[in-house]
């Protein structure tokens, strides 16, 4: 079992930035591919963008051009660079490993317009 922990949210006027960290207990050299995925208020969990361990990456339309995913599988790391953020962007942000069901425990981002 692996555990996933996220740090990095926060309070964010908009056009502001914020740099999302998940980082694992354990290697993630052997799992494929890591998300990051937003649940807002009243709203079911999305994914916001993936990233295999081929550097192949996944958006959700809502953020192409503004976001951008990463890891750094010798530091057991995924990151979410997020720019221009807009306050529909406020959410409470997970990071994933869908095919094991390892989840953290979220972050929340919060955007003020």
């Known amino acids: 079992q692996v555990q996933l922990v996220e740090s990095g949210g926060g309070l964010v006027q908009a056009g502001g930035s914020l740099r999302l960290s998940c980082v694992a207990s354990?290697?993630?050299?052997?799992?494929?591919?890591m998300g990051w995925y937003r649940q807002a208020p009243g709203k079911q969990r999305e994914l916001v963008a993936a990233?295999?361990?081929?550097?192949?990456?996944t958006y959700a339309d809502s953020v192409k051009g503004r976001f951008t995913i990463s890891r750094v599988n010798a530091k057991n790391t995924v990151y979410l660079q997020m720019n221009s953020l807009k306050p529909e962007d406020t959410a409470v942000y997970y990071c994933?490993?869908?095919?094991?069901?390892?989840w953290g425990q979220g972050t929340q981002v919060t955007v003020s317009s």
């Open positions: 994933g490993a869908v095919r094991y069901n390892y």
């Open positions: 354990g290697s993630i050299f052997n799992i494929n591919t």
């Open positions: 990233i295999t361990n081929g550097g192949i990456t």
